[in-house]
């Protein structure tokens, strides 16, 4: 008795850890051979639970995930010849021509299908005509570990409303034709940059300071990073998904430092961190995979943004940052890719490196330009610049102006403790 | 001459609609189509997929940018189609960025709905 419940536990548990680390690969695999998500996703959950019946009993499999991707592929045959739409029966028909075709095993003809199934998951899921938050979705719930709850929590939806965008995300996939492939030469650097955004936001949902430190949005970091590597795995070639992976490492190496104590803690600024609680080996990794794309003639987005990060995480402490080399990145990010987000920056990297009165000038540009007009870190960066040069005064007037703009309660607390600090009085609303 | 006939609806009322009226409402086409394919009317015709599975194309400084749904600006007014075979939704896509109005306007991609093999059609 004892003995075979100790190998029931085990059997379970191997099925268990099987479908951990190997869902979005089987599952990838099973979409292109059933073509269609919905399906593959539904006879992977049988498959699933025949493995749990079988397994503990007959002995976890050889190789669990071709069982898996086999078991799972008869059963999307039988769904498919009970379906009623004529549309499904052809379906089923051409689908069973084509399994007849490809032996029983998981072997599968060189060439074409050699490529990671993985890979056209990603560009499946970031395809361009989907709209951005039904990419991040599928992607998320198809290859990465989440469960459709766990994607809506991160997003703040209610869990129905993530439902239906997924749902009708893969009726999008099927009715309009989007390719389950890796996309051609011509096309892959536009949709690369489309599939980097997906997994940036990602990161940044889950970096916001907004939300502080639960766990849930550790858990999105952690799944964008995860992403990340598996982009670099499957596109060692790929450049900017390096540096992007470096990029997310070195922001994430912060996370402990960055967020006061407390449930809710507050925000804490770069230069007022512990740099003793900086993640060592997360900075390592992340500066060892942009070591030389620099010398690159046009450096990417990322490659520049990442080389900022490790400027950063290489500083031992806040004064020691060298912001001549910041600008440095600033101006050519700037120069090559811009943005008004990336003027802001450079502006607040050059008052750093040279003085206040220069960056002040750039921002004041900018606030004049009208571009960043409701963003609440450009009165914040002006109210600051206005703090160091003792124009007190000026400073509260940028600093209620950046309150009024700010929706989160830490951006506001720490808004409000700066404008008390130049003797600004509190808007009473 | 020739002259397209181009239907306008409310989607949503088809999405509400009771698999009865839609079935009428199928009846219905499929009486009509039959009509005019017998009085040799009949050029082509075609139902299409729901608006959530356009994608538009438009070129712009010789770049392609794709865009989920059917954006089409309220000063750009329909012009022209085609009807293209495409394995699939990117090589549609490429067609149309190939169009000389995706230079100066936008190109809705439209999948057309598959209809059984015994709908109704005008002799090839």
């Known amino acids: 008795m004892l003995g075979s419940g100790r190998a029931m536990d085990s059997g379970i548990e191997a099925v268990e850890r099987v479908f951990r680390q190997e869902r979005g690969r089987i599952l990838a695999s099973l979409i292109r051979l059933v073509g269609d998500i919905d399906l593959a ?10 493995a749990l ?8 499999p050889d190789n669990p995930r071709a069982w898996l991707i086999r078991a799972a592929r008869n059963k999307a045959v039988d769904r498919l010849r009970r379906g ?9 028909l051409e689908m069973e021509a084509a399994l007849n075709m490809t032996p029983a095993t998981n072997a599968t003809p060189a060439d074409e299908e050699s490529v990671d199934d993985r890979l056209r998951l990603i560009f499946t899921c970031c395809h361009p005509s989907l709209g951005i938050e039904a990419q991040v979705a599928l992607t998320l719930r198809t290859l990465g570990g989440l469960e459709t709850e766990e994607i809506a929590r991160a997003f703040l939806v209610p869990a ?3 439902a239906q965008r997924l749902v009708r995300a893969k009726a999008k996939i099927r009715q309009a034709g989007i390719p389950y492939r890796v996309p051609d030469p011509d096309e892959l650097p536009a949709r690369l940059d489309a599939v980097l955004a997906v997994i940036y936001l990602v990161f940044n949902e889950g970096y916001a300071a907004s939300s502080g430190s639960s766990p849930v949005r550790r858990e999105i970091c952690e799944e964008a990073i995860r992403l990340g590597r598996l982009l670099v795995e499957l596109m060692p070639a790929a450049a900017e998904a390096r540096a992007l992976l470096a990029l997310m490492l070195l922001s994430d190496a912060r996370r402990d430092a960055r967020v006061g104590a407390g449930a809710d803690g507050d925000a804490i600024l770069m230069e007022d961190q512990d740099r003793s609680r900086w993640d060592r080996a997360a900075i390592r990794e992340g500066l060892a995979l942009i070591d030389g794309t620099l010398r690159a003639a046009f450096p990417g987005p990322y490659a520049l943004q990442a080389a900022i990060a490790g400027v950063h995480a290489q500083s031992e402490r806040a004064e020691e940052t060298d912001w001549v080399q910041i600008v440095g990145l600033y101006t050519l990010l700037a120069e090559l890719y811009p943005s008004p987000v990336v003027s802001l920056n450079h502006a607040v990297a050059i008052a750093m490196a040279t003085g206040p009165a220069e960056g002040l000038r750039r921002i004041d540009a900018l606030a004049a330009s009208g571009v960043l007009a409701d963003y609440h870190l450009l009165p914040a960066a002006r109210a600051d610049l206005l703090r160091r040069l003792g124009r ?25 403790r700066r404008l008390i600090e130049v003797g600004g009085a509190i808007p009473a609303n | 001459m020739q002259y397209m006939l181009l239907i306008y609806g409310n989607e949503q009322g088809m999405k509400t609609a009771t698999p009865g009226d839609r079935e009428a409402m199928f009846k219905a086409y499929g009486e009509f189509t039959a009509s005019i394919v017998k009085s040799g009317n009949m050029k082509a015709g ?3 997929q729901p608006t959530a599975t356009a ?70």
């Not at chain 2, 794709?66 to 549609?92: C, I, R």
């Open chain 1, 84 to 92: 009623a739409l004529f549309e499904e029966k052809r379906t089923a």
């Open chain 1, 160 to 162: 129905a409303t993530m």
């Open chain 1, 392 to 416: 007190f005064a000026e400073a509260a007037a940028a600093y209620r102006q950046a309150l009024a703009l700010a929706g989160n309660e830490s951006d506001r607390r720490f808004l409000q």
């Open chain 2, 55 to 124: 994608t538009t194309v438009r070129v712009r400084d010789g770049k392609t940018l794709t865009t989920d749904g059917p954006f089409a600006e309220t000063k750009e007014q329909l012009g022209g189609y085609y009807l293209v075979e495409a394995k699939d939704l990117d090589e549609a896509s490429k067609i149309a960025a190939r169009i000389p109005g995706a230079r100066v306007g936008s190109i809705e991609v439209r999948p057309v709905m598959p209809m059984p093999a015994d709908y109704p059609r005008p002799k090839a």
């Open chain 2, 46 to 48: 075609d139902a299409l």
């Open chain 1, 53 to 60: 019946v079988q397994w503990p009993g007959e002995g976890t």
């Open chain 1, 41 to 50: 996703e539904e006879s992977l959950a049988s498959a699933l639970e025949a």
